[in-house]
Each structure stands twice: as C-alpha cells, then as structure tokens.
C-alpha cells in the first residue's frame, strides 16, 4: 500500500481539529527534574527510631519502608509484622506477591488459593480449603498474587515477622488489596472490602 493513500489533506487536517491544548509533557519534563533535586535529600538509612509503628486492621506493624516515608526506595513497602503468641493477623488479598521472613517465633500460614476468569470483566474465585504452610525462624514466605492469607503464631513467643510488598501493582493502576477480616483486637481499624 502507498503510503501516501492514507496520509492525504483531510487526515492531516483531522489529526489537529478539535483538540484541547495542554501541557502534559513539559509538566512531565518539570516534575522529573523536581524529583531528581528532591530525590538526593531522601533517607538512605532509615533508624528503627523513624520507622513508625502502625495498628492496622492485620494487626501491629511496624513501617520499615513505605511510600509515605522519605525514603530513597521507590519500589518497595516493607514492615514488620508482630503476632502475639497463640494469636493470628487478619486475612488479606492483594494483586502484589508478598514475600516475609520469619525474624522469631513459629506458625503457619493458610493460603486459599484464587482461579480467575477473564471475560468481560475478572471473575475471581477462592478455593474454600486453603493450603498449610509452617514456617519458624530463618523461613522465607512467599504469597502469590490474589491469594488470600492469614498468618497463625502457634509459639509461646510473639512473632516478629518482615513483610514485603511491590508498590508497581499500584502504578499500573491495579491497586487491588482487601482486608477481608481484621485481627483480633484490631476491628475498630478495619476497612472492609467494597464489594463483598
């Protein structure tokens, strides 16, 4: 085909009308030169002192790296988690695979595995018998996407337990996360999910 075919007098005229004029890329242009100047003033080092302490509808955390925090990190959120002894966190879901390290303490995770459909809109399903999994000090713990969880501490010593999440999920506008039910002692700081 003749390139010139297409790109004729009324194609080009149509290719301008009517369009809203903006400043979309010089802004853009603007921003990222702010963020380089703002960027070097960033924590490389964040101090246990810094790092807040939160009571969330999963229970207690301690914020290590968040997006809120000054921090050089632009990619990551990470926390540590304490779970009472013979206590447990709330149940979660989040488009973000999580991965956590066992700090002290023992117990196990149970993980309810989601199928999904894409047809005109996702349609998610949750298997209703989750799968077990152990862990103790020195465990790594890896979460796949969208699959719902919770985290038992089944010792006589309170859990402290490093929580790892991506925030690209986030940026690419799939900023799915539900606390399906809070820990206990934590109900009063419950969001529950929208649509359940």
């Known amino acids: 085909m003749d390139p010139q075919t297409f790109v004729d007098a009324i194609e080009r005229q149509r290719a301008k009308a009517d369009a809203p004029e903006v400043t979309f890329y010089n802004d853009a242009l603007k ?8 960027y070097k003033d960033r924590l490389n080092v964040v101090k246990s ?20 925090m000054d921090t050089k990190e632009c990619c990551i959120d990470a926390y540590m988690q304490f779970i009472d002894a013979g206590k447990a966190t709330g149940t979660s879901r989040h488009l973000t695979e ?9 117990g196990y995770d149970l993980h309810y595995d989601v199928q999904f459909e894409c047809k005109v809109e996702f349609e998610w399903t949750w298997d209703t018998t989750p799968k077990r999994y ?31 999440n991506s925030r690209v999920m986030k940026a690419i506008g799939l900023d799915w996360f ?7 002692g934590f109900e009063d700081v419950w969001v529950p999910p929208a649509d359940e």
């Not at 999580?98 to 023992?106: D, H, L, Q, R, S």
């Not at 465990?139 to 929580?163: L, Q």
Request: proline share 7%; hydrophobic share 40%; with cysteine.
């Open 31 to 38: 921003a990222s030169q702010e963020f380089r100047k703002e």
């Open 49 to 68: 002192a810094q790092m807040p302490i939160e009571r969330s509808a999963d229970g207690l955390i301690k914020h290590i790296i968040n997006e809120r």
């Open 98 to 106: 999580e991965i956590a390290f066992v700090i002290e303490g023992t």
């Open 134 to 164: 152990d862990w103790g000090p020195g465990d790594f713990i890896y979460v796949p996407p969208y699959v719902a969880h919770k985290r038992f501490n089944n010792s006589d010593v309170e859990a402290r337990v490093i929580v790892c």
């Open 178 to 184: 539900d606390q399906l039910e809070p820990a206990e």
